[in-house]
C-alpha cells in the first residue's frame, strides 16, 4: 500500500461557475482556473499521482497546453486513475477536505462522493470528502478563494 497527498487552491472570480467535485454548486462567483478550477478534484488527481510516484497534474496537464483549458475535471481524473493503472496500482481510498468560508457545502457533498467513486472506478464507500471554514482567517476566511486537500492510498495490482 502507498499513500499520496495533494494540496491546491483557486481564487474566486466572478463570471464563471463553481464546480467542486464535478458537482456546479450555485454561487455567485466561481474559481479562476486554466480547466474548470475544480479544486477538489485536482487535490484528488495530486494524491493518486503522488501515490503512484507520477509527479503532479501540472506535469501530466499543463496550464500552457490549449486541449486543458475549461476542461472537465472529472474527465482528467480518469486520466489520472489510467496513469496509476498502468504503473500497476489500484485505488483503495481517498479522503479530502475542501476548505471555504462560503458557501455552505454539506448537501453537495454526497454527490461529489459518487461522481469522485464513479471516476475512479470505486465504491463510494471508498470515498471520503469533508468540508470546513477557516473560521474567518486567512484567505479562505477572507473569502478570496477555495482550497483542498487530499490523501489517497493506492495498492498494487497485477500487470
Request: with cysteine; charged share 25%; glycine share 10%.
Given at each position: 500500500?502507498?499513500?499520496?497527498?495533494?494540496?491546491?487552491?483557486?481564487?474566486?472570480?466572478?463570471?464563471?461557475?463553481?464546480?467542486?467535485?464535478?458537482?456546479?454548486?450555485?454561487?455567485?462567483?466561481?474559481?479562476?482556473?486554466?480547466?474548470?478550477?475544480?479544486?477538489?478534484?485536482?487535490?484528488?488527481?495530486?494524491?493518486?499521482?503522488?501515490?503512484?510516484?507520477?509527479?503532479d497534474i501540472g506535469y501530466h496537464f499543463?496550464?500552457?497546453?490549449?486541449?486543458?483549458?475549461?476542461?472537465?475535471s472529472t474527465v482528467l481524473l480518469k486520466?489520472?486513475?489510467?496513469?496509476?493503472?498502468?504503473?500497476g496500482f489500484k485505488v483503495n481510498n481517498?479522503?479530502?477536505?475542501?476548505?471555504?468560508?462560503?458557501?455552505?457545502?454539506?448537501?453537495?457533498?454526497?454527490?461529489?462522493?459518487?461522481?469522485?467513486?464513479?471516476?475512479?472506478?470505486?465504491?463510494?464507500?471508498?470515498?471520503?470528502?469533508?468540508?470546513?471554514?477557516?473560521?474567518?482567517?486567512?484567505?479562505?476566511?477572507?473569502?478570496?478563494?477555495?482550497?483542498?486537500?487530499?490523501?489517497?492510498?493506492?495498492?498494487?495490482?497485477?500487470?
Open positions: 500500500m502507498r499513500f499520496g497527498i495533494g494540496y491546491d487552491v483557486h481564487k474566486f472570480v466572478k463570471g464563471r461557475a463553481l464546480v467542486l467535485g464535478g458537482v456546479k454548486i450555485d454561487y455567485a462567483r466561481g474559481l479562476e482556473g486554466h480547466s474548470d478550477a475544480d479544486v477538489l478534484i485536482h487535490a484528488v488527481m495530486d494524491a493518486l499521482l503522488g501515490a503512484a510516484a507520477l509527479r499543463p496550464d500552457s497546453d490549449k486541449q486543458y483549458k475549461d476542461a472537465d486520466e489520472v486513475v489510467k496513469k496509476i493503472q498502468g504503473k481517498v479522503d479530502a477536505t475542501i476548505m471555504c468560508q462560503k458557501p455552505r457545502l454539506a448537501g453537495a457533498i454526497p454527490r461529489m462522493v459518487k461522481i469522485l467513486a464513479e471516476a475512479m472506478g470505486v465504491q463510494e464507500s471508498q470515498v471520503n470528502v469533508k468540508a470546513t471554514t477557516t473560521e474567518g482567517l486567512g484567505f479562505v476566511g477572507r473569502e478570496e478563494g477555495i482550497a483542498a486537500m487530499a490523501v489517497a492510498s493506492v495498492t498494487e495490482t497485477e500487470l
